[in-house]
């Protein structure tokens, strides 16, 4: 079974919203299984003290590698990926949710404070994933995005409506637009392209429409798509 276990000082924070719709059923239905673990069951102190100021000055405070170290043996020694969820960490992708839900499951660290410190990072050898450039509060919405990532994309989960956004965004371009009923919504009708059942027709259309949005937001995936289609000729 696909296995998240979760670090946090704030295990209440899980399963959160992953109870809930298709996370919540596949959880039910034994797909994949969820431990949030309490870090602060690993300190020593009667306090439960998880972490301690920063070496050199500065504000906030600096997560213990002492407590993580214990934390991670105790609930985590197992072969999975051991990821901490930080801003500065590499940017989380669909390739590599695609290859986490291959495998036996994940291990993510949620980060609180000014940091972790950096020899815990090391010496259980962690691998800092950013979900994206912003600043979260902790790595605990962080490790809830790419827990649901990996999960939808875990056999059984998703019907077929899985499929089609997975075949856009991994050929590398953004969602064409979608209509239902009715025919006309204040005064805009559904384009005429995909409403004469034509099937020619409306691939052409959503591929132009998948083109036009990437092009238009994101030209990084934009310059990247060109370039797989057009290789530079020798
Ligand atoms: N923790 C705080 N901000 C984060 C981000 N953008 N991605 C992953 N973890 C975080």
Do not use: N
Not at 50 to 72: C, F, H, Q, S
């Amino acid at each position: 079974m696909w296995r998240a276990t979760v670090l946090t000082i704030f295990p209440e924070m899980f399963p959160g919203p992953l109870a809930l719709s298709l996370a919540g059923k596949a959880r039910a239905s034994g797909v994949w299984a969820l431990d949030a673990v309490g870090i602060r069951a690993y300190a020593t102190d009667k306090h439960g003290t998880v972490d301690d100021t920063p070496a050199g000055g500065g504000p906030g405070m600096v997560m213990k590698a002492d407590v993580l170290a214990r934390a991670i043996d105790a609930a985590a020694s197992d072969v999975r990926p051991r990821l901490l969820m930080s801003p500065r960490g590499v940017p989380l992708t669909q390739a590599r949710v695609a290859a986490l839900a291959k495998g036996d499951g994940v291990v993510l660290v949620c980060g609180r404070y000014e940091g972790v410190d950096e020899r815990l990072i090391a010496a259980r050898r962690l691998e800092e994933v950013s979900i994206g450039d912003y600043v979260l509060s902790g790595g605990e919405i962080a490790a809830l995005a790419l827990i649901d990532a990996c999960v939808r994309l875990l056999p059984g989960v998703m019907g077929k409506e899985a499929s089609s956004a997975e075949e856009s965004f991994s050929a590398g371009l953004l969602e064409y637009p979608q209509y239902t009923r009715p025919a006309v919504f204040e005064g805009q009708a559904i384009p005429e392209a995909l409403t004469g059942g034509d099937h020619a027709k409306v691939r052409a259309w959503r591929q132009a429409e998948a083109e036009r949005l990437t092009r238009e937001r994101r030209p990084d995936l934009w310059a990247a798509y060109q370039k797989r289609r057009k290789p530079p000729q020798p």
